[in-house]
T-cell receptor
């Protein structure tokens, strides 16, 4: 039972354009969402998070949008850079727990 | 951000042997550490939650006698894969939090290959 899903296994974007990575979840108890970036053979690196009391959080080139009614969140990267090429995982946690449930990841490739 | 290290970064062992993986929080005291494993091209799966000074809490389907977790101090947790089999070959990643509600910081991972 995959509670957090990233339906696009890969995404290819031209440098300078916007990258939009999507994530859907099924558990209505999730109230905190995070995006991590991961390179092969390395641990994930935290990018940005959002609490369920918000619908948008922005940090530099990264913006996360949350649509609670649709149980959907997205990560926007603009402008995309070649160094952004990596696998991006969304993760969710429920209230009163630190346990993270990860999505399956989306491989982003930014080409010049 | 906080720094979490893992040792070794990669290990190759024979079937039937035991392998210990260390996870250390270098610049903070972690009340809780987590252990994940990742199969190729798949998600990170939480194996267990480790709290300093108490027994680890294992996720459903994870054999606690096979994956021994010890959290002896606020900066060190160890995962021991006992009697390793080839199907245990995976990428093992730990994470740590300073306190409840904080962001999890991940270690660089350990690649285990069991021959």
């Amino acid at each position: 039972d995959q509670q957090v899903k990233q339906n696009s296994p890969s995404l290819s974007v031209q440098e300078g354009r916007i990258s939009i990575l999507n994530c859907d979840y099924t558990n209505s108890m999730f109230d905190y969402f995070l995006w991590y970036k991961k390179y092969p053979a390395e641990g994930p690196t935290f990018l940005i998070s959002i609490s369920s009391i918000k619908d948008k959080n922005e940090d530099g080139r990264f913006t996360v949008f949350l649509n609670k009614s649709a149980k959907h969140l997205s990560l926007h990267i603009v402008p995309s850079q070649p160094g952004d090429s990596a696998v991006y995982f969304c993760a969710a946690s429920a209230q009163y727990t630190d346990k993270l449930i990860f999505g399956t990841g989306t491989r982003l490739q930014v080409f010049p | 951000g906080a720094v979490v290290s893992q040792h070794p970064s990669r290990v190759i062992c024979k079937s039937g042997t035991s392998v210990k993986i260390e996870c250390r929080s270098l610049d903070f005291q972690a009340t809780t550490m987590f252990w994940y494993r990742q199969f190729p091209k798949q998600s990170l799966m939480l194996m267990a939650t480790s709290n300093e000074g108490s027994k680890a809490t294992y996720e459903q389907g994870v054999e606690k006698d096979k994956f021994l977790i010890n959290h002896a101090s606020l900066t060190l947790s160890t995962l021991t894969v006992t009697s390793a089999h080839p199907e245990d070959s995976s990428f093992y990643i730990c994470s740590a939090v300073l306190r409840y509600g904080d962001t999890q910081y991940f270690g660089p991972g350990t690649r285990l290959t069991v021959l």
